[in-house]
């Protein structure tokens, strides 16, 4: 499984953990205090800085955006699929900014989700399109690239093996002066002996 290249970005509501998951992904998300304390972000001085929680509308929630390049959207099938917002090249679909209310008590407001859409989809579409975004996706190009090389050597390896022992046993039947020709029919006939 491929470690997925991350960073931390700063945004209007705070810094949030950003992470590529292929070559036109971009995601991001408050970071739970357990995630901050793991071995791999405990000394991390931008994990510590990562949002916990964004406020909107005087409601704690935690949030999850993902982008995608706005040309990617299918124009048809379902709404929710479909682009719903876009900002320099980036876009959304309806459930591209996820907001969960820390109290649970019930989902977001129709107000907090379009102002998180309006201040996140703009830093985030900037951060991708800026040196250090281009260079997070082309991480996760490259990671997605040798996951696939990998595979293809496991098959070829598989397939290598499997090639090696159709042989052998080709070998063996040849050697044991075994016809390899499917038998013909019963020459006595399809009733057989009467």
């Known amino acids: 499984m491929t470690q997925f290249p991350e960073t931390f970005v700063e945004t209007p509501l705070g810094t ?28 991390n001085p931008h994990a510590q800085r990562c949002a916990e929680q964004v406020v909107l509308n005087r409601v704690a929630y935690t949030v999850v955006v993902h982008l995608r390049p706005a040309a990617d959207f299918p124009t048809d099938g379902h709404f929710d699929e479909r682009l719903h917002r876009e900002h320099a090249g ?28 309006d201040l996140l989809l703009p830093a985030l579409a900037g951060f991708a399109n800026s040196a250090a975004g281009r ?34 046993e080709l070998a063996e039947l040849e050697r044991a002066d075994v ?9 006595r006939g399809e009733g057989g002996a009467r």
């Open 90 to 117: 980036w876009g959304i679909n309806w459930y591209g900014v996820t907001l969960r209310r820390l109290d649970r008590y019930e989902g977001p407001s129709d107000s907090a989700k379009r102002k998180a859409e």
């Open 179 to 187: 016809s390899v020709q499917p038998p013909g029919p019963d020459p």
């Open 135 to 168: 260079r997070l996706l082309g991480q996760a190009a490259t990671a997605g690239r040798l996951e696939r090389i990998a595979e293809l050597r496991h098959e070829i390896a598989s397939r290598q093996a499997e090639l090696e022992r159709l042989h052998e």
């Open 16 to 43: 949030l953990h950003a992470w590529a998951s292929g070559e036109a992904t971009l995601s991001a998300a408050t970071m739970r205090d357990h995630d901050k304390q793991r071995a791999s972000n405990r000394d």
